[in-house]
């Protein structure tokens, strides 16, 4: 019998991203971390800036360029900021730094004004080592060429004025006018010692840690979507080479049996043994009642291990119960004992292997539990850990025993560990009236497959389907 899932159960690459993302996931940011971190080892550029603070030159006839008006301040720090960006300036911090050109100086610095006509200088490098060593050059090749400036302003306008003092003396000028011509000199040497480099203060250079940080967040962001796209499209044809169980037709029409019910959200509250157990679960027990009238020994399997399909079966027992059937549940699922705790009873011992190995009584084993007003069910735990549990479920005392209980009961139900993991369940199966299967939603349609061939050698007949939608992680 062939499987009809091959147009059912194709999926896009964004479906089959999240069906494996087990693998997909991980791949896709460690390929987006590494991108940025080869980003901000390897590339990218570092900027240090610094600040100028100038002295206020107005007044000061060093730097009035003749002019008899007090300098405009946005204007002078124009000019000193151009200063710092000229040839001169480049010239002398590529003679300093190893391997830097004044070309490679002139793409590095840029300078310009704030807005409180200061200086501020930019410098970008490979490196951050490099950055504040080209920024702390530059500033120091400003101060020096700018006091040296300064100093030759300064001569010039005293050499000026004495020349005319000479000029004066040599006439027998007037001994006032002389004396003013010395004061003018004194004025400018004190002034030009006063002002010296014509900087105030300094402003440490510090890098931009952003812009090194920028350029490797959007490389890795760039990988991320790269990475994404490439595992989605990685994944997407092996969902093409794995088809999955993406609906509950998927599943009635593989295995070929009845849809008892539809999980199709997590309950509202914890399970409560006494609590009413929900209206899927209430659906669920109506529709064995329909289809399985006679009750009898009902096996509740899975595909593959699953955390919530013990939940499944306690609920399925107490609507059964509520509905006044006479219900006997067995925890056969010695490796998880799921119903078994949801019932509250956790110990290993006094329990269905020691009822098979003639160690106890049934009577001595059987747990009462209420499930709402006058409504019961009986319970028997797993028991204690076995060496070969197939083995012993497939003995003479295990089908005595079934045969016992079918009598007593009008619905046996018997969880048994997920069929492809352990043979405990196919152990059972051929002394039980039936099996519900509890298929979850990406389960691969192989599995089922081979679940269905098994039934068929076992002889077991299948019951239903009971199809949980909750997202499970199915993906490997």
């Known amino acids: 019998m062939s499987t009809p899932l091959a147009e059912n159960s194709s999926i896009g690459p964004l479906e089959a991203f999240w069906r494996y993302r087990a693998w997909t996931v991980p791949v896709t940011l460690v390929i987006g971390l590494l991108a940025g971190l080869f980003v901000l080892a390897t590339s990218g550029t570092s900027t240090a800036s610094t600040t100028l603070y100038l002295t206020d030159p107005r007044g000061t006839p060093v730097f009035r360029d003749g002019s008899s008006t007090p300098t405009d301040l946005s204007r002078y720090a124009r000019q000193r900021a151009e200063f710092a960006d000229s040839a001169e300036v480049h010239e002398a911090v590529a003679a300093v730094i190893d391997g830097e050109t004044v070309e490679s100086i002139d793409d590095a610095v840029v300078t310009g004004t704030t807005s409180t006509s200061d200086v501020r200088i930019d410098c970008t490098a490979d490196n951050d080592d490099l950055a504040l060593q080209i920024c702390d050059e530059v500033v120091t090749a400003y101060l020096d060429l700018t006091e040296r400036d300064t100093a030759a302003r300064a001569d010039a306008l005293v050499n000026a004025f004495l020349a005319e003092r000479d000029r004066l003396v040599e006439e027998n000028g007037g001994q006032s006018t002389i004396d003013q011509i010395d004061l003018q000199i004194a004025e400018v040497r004190s ?283 199915h993906g490997r």
Do not use: C, K
Not at 273 to 292: H, K, M
Not at 354 to 377: F, I, K, P
Not at 448 to 454: A, C, K, N, P, S
């Open 191 to 473: 002034e030009a010692a006063l002002i010296g480099n014509g900087v105030e203060f300094v402003e440490p250079a510090e890098v931009n840690q952003n812009s090194r940080i920028l350029p490797a967040l959007q490389y890795a962001i760039a990988a991320l979507l790269f990475a994404a796209f490439a595992t989605a499209i990685v994944a997407w044809f092996r969902a093409g080479r794995r088809p999955v169980v993406a609906s509950s037709s998927d599943a009635t029409a593989t295995l070929d049996a009845p849809l008892l019910g539809e999980i199709t959200e997590p309950p509202g509250a914890l399970f409560d043994p006494a609590a009413p157990p929900g209206a899927a679960y209430q659906l669920l027990a109506t529709s064995l009642g329909a289809v399985n009238p006679q009750g009898g020994v009902v096996l509740t399997a899975t595909i593959t291990p699953s955390h919530e399909a013990p939940e499944t079966v306690a609920r399925l027992a107490v609507a059964a119960a509520r509905e006044g059937r006479r219900v006997l549940v067995i925890d056969a699922n010695l490796h998880d004992r799921g119903v078994s705790r949801l019932f509250g009873f956790d110990q290993g011992v006094g329990g269905f292997t020691e009822l098979l190995a003639g160690l106890a009584a049934l009577d001595d084993v059987r747990r009462t539990v209420g499930v709402g007003g006058q409504a019961h069910l009986d319970l028997l735990i797993g028991g204690r850990a076995v060496d070969d549990p197939a083995g012993l479920f497939r003995s003479q005392a295990a089908r005595s025993t079934l045969h016992a209980v079918r009598g007593s009961y009008d619905l046996v139900l018997i969880d048994v560990p997920s069929l492809l993991a352990v043979a405990d369940g196919s152990a059972l199966a051929g002394d039980a009236d039936g099996m519900i299967l509890i298929v979850e939603r990406g389960t691969d349609a192989r599995d089922l497959d081979i679940v269905r061939q098994r039934l068929e050698v076992l002889r077991t007949d299948l019951i239903g389907v009971v199809y949980d939608h909750r997202a499970h992680d």
